[in-house]
């Protein structure tokens, strides 16, 4: 079996890849603005800007999707990579603005590690979107970059914990911890959704390969 694509049906996949192109932009913005937290404030908008874009594309494949009558690959694959592409962003979104409203100030290691993770992760998924159009071809490709996308959500799950923990073991103030622990939460849940999008890739390669 495998992905018979129509020209009209290109359309699926270009807008898919503008969304994962500004998901990892998304990410690195982030990473910067964790390095700039100073600037966090006055720099949030610019986040807040590409959320908004990657939900213009969410709203593109969905309003395709519902003038399709046959698509590339399942329906429902096609909407929860949709959904979820607009999910991650509106995490890592939350995750900032909390930072500005309860003036978290610097982040911990931890949390510039996991913020780290996150990106890369995001880049497996850019790459992994990219090979989805000739997926025989690039079967192999894209199950290595689901393997990465699933290590990096295990390990990203070790820093949580590890992060949380040294908030509980070394801040006095408990309304600092319950802070952060919010702001992790936010980040942690960005990271689960990357490995969800990996697995509906995964799904599809071993549909159509």
């Known amino acids: 079996m495998f992905l018979r694509i129509k020209p009209t049906e290109k359309e699926f996949f270009r807008l898919f890849e503008e969304g994962a192109d500004i998901l990892q932009q998304g990410a ?20 807040i800007e590409v959320e908004h874009r990657v939900d213009e ?3 593109k494949i969905i309003e395709k999707l519902n003038q399709t009558f046959i698509t590339p690959f399942d329906r429902e694959d096609i909407y ?9 962003l509106d ?3 939350s995750a900032v603005e909390k930072m500005v409203i309860y003036r978290t100030g610097k982040p911990s290691g931890h949390f510039v ?18 090979l989805l159009q000739e997926v025989k071809e690039n079967y192999c490709e894209i199950m290595d970059c689901f393997r990465e996308i699933k290590r990096l959500e295990t390990e990203g ?6 992060g949380v923990a040294a908030f509980f073991h070394d801040q006095a103030d408990p309304l600092e911890v319950i802070k952060w622990k ?3 939460d936010q980040l942690e849940t960005a990271l689960d959704r ?11 390669a071993v549909k159509y390969a």
């Open 80 to 88: 929860t990579l949709a959904r979820e592409l607009d999910e991650i």
């Open 194 to 204: 990357c490995e969800k999008i990996g697995k509906v890739i995964r799904g599809v």
């Open 113 to 130: 590690d996991l913020v780290h993770n996150f990106a890369v992760s995001t880049k497996y998924i850019q790459k992994a979107i990219g």
């Open 182 to 184: 919010e702001v992790f």
């Open 57 to 59: 594309v969410t709203e």
């Open 91 to 93: 995490s890592i979104c």
């Open 157 to 162: 799950d070790k820093i949580y914990r590890y």
């Open 28 to 47: 690195s913005l982030l990473e910067e603005l964790v390095a700039d937290y100073e600037r966090l404030e006055e720099r949030l908008p610019e986040l």
